[in-house]
């Protein structure tokens, strides 16, 4: 525990916070997540970023992640356009729009991701996106899975990239590299950080 801010201090590798960070979200109640993905929902859809966007990319929630089906089920019937990433190669992955969640299938990653010939969105065309990871710090640096997919793409991207965070997920500082890219904003159920 940092005496000065009062948060844990976990890990100093990447690989380490990784699995810390992966231990603390399994311990959440499973009512606790649904409680805080509510409440980062019902701010997310108050930010004008979110409401001006046309075209948002989102993600399909893995367990421990912030519950947003509910919101992409709203994006998908309405007038957004709401594109989910589609693994394409090792690193690589591409937006797809999605109108229909029920045709999502799962990856060998566990992920829900459109199918094949879903329509291909192109980066420039993606006025926000909302990018999960494993832990957040105050500076808006991101830790993900390890796999790069993210940074890749976002590189190439001029959304607005927004991370959605439990406060758990929040630490003091993350390691960074140079590929690794920075959010534009973090919301999470008690802050949003810019």
Request: glycine letters at 8%.
């Amino acid at each position: 525990m940092d005496n000065k801010t009062g948060m844990l201090r976990p890990p100093l590798d990447k690989a380490g916070l990784r699995q810390w960070m992966r231990q603390r979200l399994q311990r959440l109640a499973p009512e606790e997540i649904k409680l805080s993905s509510e409440l980062i929902c019902r701010r997310l859809r108050q930010l004008p970023e979110f409401k001006q966007a046309r075209t948002v990319l989102a993600f399909a929630p893995l367990t421990g992640e912030i519950d947003i089906w509910p919101l992409l089920a709203e994006l998908a019937a309405g007038p957004q356009r709401l594109c989910l990433p589609l693994i394409t190669g090792a690193g690589i992955m591409e937006a797809r729009e999605i109108r229909d969640l029920s045709l999502l299938k799962v990856n060998r990653y566990g992920i829900a991701e459109p199918p094949q010939p879903s329509p291909q969105v192109a980066p420039n065309t993606i006025e926000i996106a909302l990018v999960p990871g494993l832990a957040f710090d105050r500076d808006l640096w991101r830790l993900g899975r390890g796999g790069g997919y993210y940074d890749r793409f976002l590189t190439d991207c001029s959304a607005f990239r927004l991370g959605l965070a439990q406060e758990l997920q929040i630490v003091e500082h993350l390691p960074h590299e140079p590929h690794d890219l920075r959010m534009q904003a973090l919301l999470s159920e008690g802050s949003c950080y810019v």
